[in-house]
Every structure is written in C-alpha cells, then in structure tokens.
C-alpha cells in the first residue's frame, strides 16, 4: 500500500453521520479518493452530494456499504455501536486483507456520558474477533469532536490516540491523522489499550455538557 494520498482510496462507513461525515470532507479536502459507505445507497449519494458542494468539487462518491468497502485500500467504521457487529458482518468478505480503522464508541444511550465496557472489552477488539487474523484492525480518533471535523476554516486542535497490533496498519493510520490540520497522531501502543481510548469519549462528552463546550478534546502534555 501506498503512502501517498494520490494512491489511496477510503471508504468511510456510517460517512453519513455526524463524525463519519467530518472525516470525509477533511480527508477528501486533503486529496485522497473517498468513499462513503451506508446501508441506504441512495443516502449515501445524497450525503456525497451534499459535501461536494461545500468543497466546491465532485471529489466523494456514495454507495452501499459493501461496495465503498470493495473499492477501498483503507475502511473506516464510524457507526453507533447497536449497528457495529451488523455492519461488520456485512462486510467481512470485502475488507479481508486490508486496514480497517474502527472509530466506533460502545455507549449505551440514554446514558452516553458514563463509560459502558462491552463483552469484547471494546469495540475494536471485538471487531479484530469477527473479522479474523486477515484484516487490520486499528482504533482511532474516538475523541474527536464532530463540530471541529466540519468547520474546514479551523484547525481541530486535539491529539488522536492510536491502537493497533500491526506497526504498518498503525503507521498508514498515524499518517491520516496528520493530513487533518491541527490533529497529531500518537502511538498509543497494541489494539487491547483500545479499551482505555474508547472509555474517554463518555468522559469527553460528560466535560462537553458540565463546561459547556461544543467538543473537548484531548492533548498528550510532554511530548514536543
């Protein structure tokens, strides 16, 4: 796989929602080929449309999960986590042999703001278990606020901590944080330390409310 962004293609599945969405328009506005997956095609192409129009240019495409996730070299899994395994199962033949970055966050609503710790002890370790040996796992950007992601005249100002068991999976991860101004990629160490990076987005979300801020977000003191 290619570093180079003219060379690699993201499917972003669940790119219709809110921190799906986020990544899409900066990844896409940075010059990789994205994709958004959805189980409704149709809504897919519409929320396509709909961000081509505030970057001026025809740069995303919208299809069904399976196909985004066929066409992609990295998939990205930005979904609540009722639908995780579900979407997982649909597309485990499709992202064999490839990275696939799980954003998602096992909260439990109504009560999102208290840390929930699922069967699996995280979502992407339980991910790594459905799809088998064959495909990448990595967790990242769980504590990045939506808001920040969609306002392309600001940088996002937060550190993205990222998991993984494979060195290469994690470093093509790492270099997707940095094409987004302002986020810095940090190596958070094997796919089990993803259960501590999944449990501060409750944290995160409880601070948003207390504070009353629109996205707080994380930074690693120390490193320069």
């Not at 293609?9 to 809110?18: F, M």
């Not at 897919?44 to 985004?68: D, F, P, R, T």
């Not at 990205?76 to 064999?96: D, F, G, N, W």
Request: include cysteine.
């Amino acid at each position: 796989m290619s570093g180079d962004s003219k060379f690699l293609t993201i499917a972003v599945l669940g790119g219709t929602g809110k921190e799906g969405s986020g990544l899409v328009l900066r990844w896409a506005q940075h010059g990789y080929r994205v994709l958004i997956g959805s189980r409704e095609a149709e809504r897919a192409a519409a929320k396509a449309e709909e961000l081509n129009s505030v970057l001026g240019a025809a740069l995303i495409q919208g299809m069904s999960n399976e196909e985004a996730a066929a066409q992609a070299d990295i998939v990205v899994l930005s979904v609540p986590y009722s639908a995780h395994q579900a979407i997982l199962e649909t597309v485990k033949e499709q992202v064999q042999g490839k990275i696939l970055v799980d954003v998602t966050v096992p909260l439990q609503p109504p009560d999102v703001r208290t840390v929930h710790v699922p069967p699996g002890k995280a979502a992407s370790l339980e991910a790594q278990a459905l799809l088998g040996d064959g495909v990448k796992v990595v967790a990242a950007f769980q504590n990045v606020g939506a808001a920040h992601l969609k306002d392309l005249e600001h940088s996002v100002n937060c550190d993205v901590l990222v998991c993984a068991d494979d060195a290469e999976a994690k470093a093509h991860v790492m270099q997707l944080v940095e094409a987004i101004p302002g986020m810095r990629a940090i190596d958070a160490g094997p796919l089990a330390n993803a259960v501590a990076v999944e449990a501060l987005t409750p944290v995160l979300l409880y601070i948003n409310k207390r504070y009353k801020v629109p996205g707080a977000g994380i930074r690693i003191t120390g490193l320069e």
